[in-house]
């Protein structure tokens, strides 16, 4: 088993989604930038998470929030009209939110605001993990 650490910024909106089981599934990318000048590039990681927690997480988590993810880690590849590709890809088994609660002025682009960080207690009761 390969196993990941990827911190970085959620670079577009999860999707929640249910399969033909009805099982909930939560998909997002990470985005992590590796090297400095003008070497610096950025790796994107496809993430996967499963569940009543994919179901508790969704409203959570945003394009821009930094995030650590720890999960399961896989390389797919895939070979279409002649070119090849490949993707790193996390079945995500920890995440962990970085910064404070998101101020949300109506368009989905709020600030992370100082001292609007919820309690311990309060997160405890509404994610199960």
């Not at 670079?11 to 070497?39: E, I, P």
């Not at 399961?72 to 962990?96: F, L, P, Q």
Request: net charge negative; with cysteine; glycine share 14%.
């Amino acid at each position: 088993m390969l196993q990941l650490v990827i911190s970085g910024r959620i670079g577009r909106d999860v999707q929640l989604r249910r399969t033909q089981n009805n099982d909930a599934v939560l998909n997002f990318t990470v985005a992590s930038d590796v090297g400095y000048g003008d070497k610096k590039t950025t790796v994107w990681v496809n993430c996967t998470v499963w569940g009543k927690r994919a179901e508790a997480l969704e409203p959570y988590l945003h394009k821009g929030d930094p995030v650590t993810v720890i999960g399961e880690g896989n390389i797919r590849t895939w070979e279409k009209d002649g070119k090849s590709g490949a993707a790193m890809t996390c079945r995500v088994s920890e995440i962990a939110l970085q910064g404070g609660k998101r101020q949300d002025d109506g368009n989905g682009s709020g600030d992370n605001a100082p001292g609007d960080t919820p309690g311990v207690d309060e997160l405890d009761s509404e994610i199960p993990f």
